[in-house]
């Protein structure tokens, strides 16, 4: 495939853009492979992200990938700002404190009211404990927004002092920055939406967080230059929504271009300890709920004994012992294999000696029924059949390319009878697969942001 054409000039320099994003970058792929994209087209390209030392990424300069710039900015860490605060936030919980940094985890649900007639009085532990995990959760919500803030204030600072061209806000929680960054100057703002953030899967009782996400959307995406995302039905909405004048430019995040590897070449069997006798279905991504996971153990029970399902990824410890216990209680668990997770760029490769792979996204928000998984283009470009839930977009990438079956989501038993039948005949769906990666690369989805962005920075972009 020929080169992207280089982008345009500033003032006889290469144009400066700073990408925006509120995670540390180093396993976000899509945001390397866009850094590294514009790098490639001619900018000067540089991630603004933030710390976190616990996994090796302090604040200040650094690198991603293959020796893309990064800046990541300082995080807001209580235990070292505010170690009394921390000391009686850990007690408010009923844990000691144990001293080291630690990022607080998810609010704790309050416990489900008693009967009346076992209704605790404001002195009993039950009360106590609902107070403190009431206390908690209001506790979580104020840092959550004010380590935000904290690194919306790092992220502008870091950002004006470039002088960038073009901010690119890679979803919605970094737009703020993006505009306050351009405020006052010749810069453009590009909005990526890598979800439909106003409808993703978020707890249901935030009451003022959602008039915020819709103001800041709302602004930021009739302030930007050039809007981006990542599955044509999101692009459909953010259109309609926000009454934009072009529809927004789609960039699927699908892996870069590269032969599909053998069978042979897989790990996935290696990591799990299975043979060669073992017929093996894959996942990939994050162990968690809203993926299926339950569904898929369950179809697992339905399939024969020598199917074996392997997940490749990572999950919370709590998750992933609810799913073992599943597993248990399924009498499958001597057929699932949790192997960890490895670098992206490594799973297509990892995963070519499964027999199929699953792609299921329960819809239970609207971003879920319009999302592109990651694990689809994966496992296209490991060359496996695909099994994927019935959503539109996912299902409309699979029938055109003719890799896989579309099941419908509402029982396990569906998802069994779809393994089924392509356990049945591997062979035609394999060799669409390959055909497909020749088609669904990384360049072919960039070449459409590079001519956004020539027409950003040559004034052409539609306002």
Request: aromatic share 4%; hydrophobic share 40%; proline share 9%.
């Amino acid at each position: 495939m020929a080169e992207p054409p280089r982008l345009p000039t500033v003032g006889g320099r290469p144009a400066r853009v700073v990408s925006l994003v509120y995670n540390d970058a180093s396993a976000d792929s899509r945001v390397q492979k866009t850094a590294a994209t514009l790098r490639a087209a001619g900018a000067d390209a540089l991630v603004v992200a933030i710390s976190r030392e616990v996994a090796g990424h302090p604040p200040g300069p650094g690198t991603l990938g293959d020796g893309l710039p990064v800046h990541r900015v300082h995080d807001l860490d209580l235990t070292r700002l505010l170690p009394r605060t921390t000391r009686a936030w850990r007690r408010l919980r009923g844990r000691a404190p144990d001293g080291g940094p630690r990022t607080p985890s998810a609010p704790v649900p309050a416990p489900a009211a008693a009967p009346p007639s076992a209704e605790p009085s404001p002195t009993t532990p039950a009360a106590s404990s609902t107070a403190r995990a009431v206390a908690v959760d209001l506790w979580m919500r104020l840092y959550q927004t004010v380590r935000l803030g904290h690194w919306w204030y790092g992220a502008v600072r870091t950002a004006r002092g470039l002088e960038p061209d073009v901010v690119h806000a890679n979803d919605a929680n970094t737009l703020v920055p993006a505009l306050l960054t351009t405020m006052g100057t010749p810069g453009q703002v590009v909005y990526d939406s890598h979800e439909l953030w106003r409808r993703r899967n978020t707890r249901q009782d935030r009451w003022l967080a959602p008039a915020v996400d819709a103001l800041v959307e709302t602004v930021g995406t009739r302030l930007a230059a050039g809007v981006i995302t990542v599955s044509p039905s999101i692009a459909t909405w953010l259109q309609d929504r926000y009454h934009l004048a072009q529809t927004p430019t789609l960039v699927r995040n699908i892996p870069t271009a590269r032969p599909t590897p053998a069978p042979a070449e897989g790990r996935l069997r290696e990591l799990a300890g299975l043979g060669p006798e073992a017929r093996v279905v894959s996942y990939t991504g994050s162990i968690t709920t809203g993926r299926g996971l339950e569904e898929t153990v369950d179809a697992l029970a339905l399939l024969d004994d020598d199917v074996h399902l392997v997940l490749l990824g990572y999950g919370a410890p709590q998750y992933v012992e609810r799913l073992l216990r599943r597993a248990r209680t399924e009498g499958v668990a001597d057929r699932m294999h949790l192997v960890g997770s490895v670098p992206s760029a490594q799973v297509p490769q990892t995963l070519a000696d499964a027999d199929v792979a699953v792609v299921y996204v329960r819809p239970i928000c609207l971003s879920y029924l319009y999302s592109l998984p990651n694990k689809l283009f994966e496992s296209i470009h490991a060359g496996l059949p695909i099994v994927a839930a019935d959503l539109p977009d996912t299902a409309e990438v699979v029938r055109r390319h003719g890799v896989g079956e579309v099941f419908d989501a509402r029982t396990p038993a569906d998802l069994a009878a779809a393994i089924r039948t392509v356990l049945a005949d591997p062979g035609h769906y394999r060799q669409a697969a390959v055909a497909a990666a020749r088609d669904l690369t990384w360049e072919r989805e960039a070449a459409r942001m590079v001519a956004l962005y020539d027409r950003v920075l040559t004034g052409r972009a539609a306002r």
